[in-house]
C-alpha cells in the first residue's frame, strides 16, 4: 500500500460520503487498492472516532457494518432533529434525483420502488425515503404478483401543486414526441386528446 493509515482513512471518508447503500469490502479495497487487513483497521478506527472513543467528542453520526456493507448513518438519538430537518424542508429544494423519482411516481403511480429504480437507471431508495418523509409519497398497498410495496402521491403532493387530483398532471406526449411509439413504459397515451 502506498497510502499511510491517515490517507486511506480520508478516502474511506470520501467514499462513504457519497454512496447511497452500503458499500463491501471488496469494493472498498478496489476503490483504495489497500489490502482487506488495511481497510477493515481504518474502517475500525473511523467508527472509533466517530464514537468518540479516540479523538474527542462522539459525533451526530455513526459507520456501521450492515447489509453485507459499511455505511454512513445519522444516530438514532438525533432521529427527530433529522426528521424534523426533513419534513419542515430546512433545504426545502428536493434534488433532482428526487425531481425525477417523483415524476416517475407521479405519472405511473401506483408503482413500486425498482419500477423507479429502473426507469432512472440508479437506486432510488433514499431518494424515495426523503420522498416519503416529506410527505410527498406514501405506501399504497402491495403488487399483487412481487408483494413489493406500492407508491403513490399524497393529497400534499397536490396542494403544493394547486391540482385536484393527478389527472391533472401535464400530459406527457406533446413534451416526447414518439412517446406513442415506446412500449412496455405503462404510461398511458394521451396523444388522442
Known sequence: MTESLAELRASLEAVLMVIEEPVTLDQLVQAT?????EVLQALERLR????????????GFELRDVAGGWRIYSRGEYEQTV????VRGATAKLSPAAFEALAVIAYLQPTTRSRVAQ???????S???SLQTRGLIQDSGQDPLTQAVLYTTTG???ELLGLDSVADLP????????LADLTG???PNDTEG
Not at 48 to 59: F, H, I, K, V
Not at 119 to 125: A, E, F, M, T, W
Open 83 to 86: 426528521e424534523r430537518f426533513m
Open 33 to 37: 487498492e489497500a489490502t482487506p487487513t
Open 171 to 178: 400530459k406527457l406526449s406533446p413534451l416526447l414526441p414518439g
Open 48 to 59: 472509533a472516532d466517530y464514537d468518540g472513543e479516540a479523538t474527542g467528542p462522539r459525533r
Open 127 to 129: 431518494v424515495i425515503r
Open 185 to 187: 413504459l405503462d404510461i
Open 156 to 158: 400534499y403532493f397536490l
Open 119 to 125: 426507469i432512472r437507471g440508479v437506486n432510488s431508495d
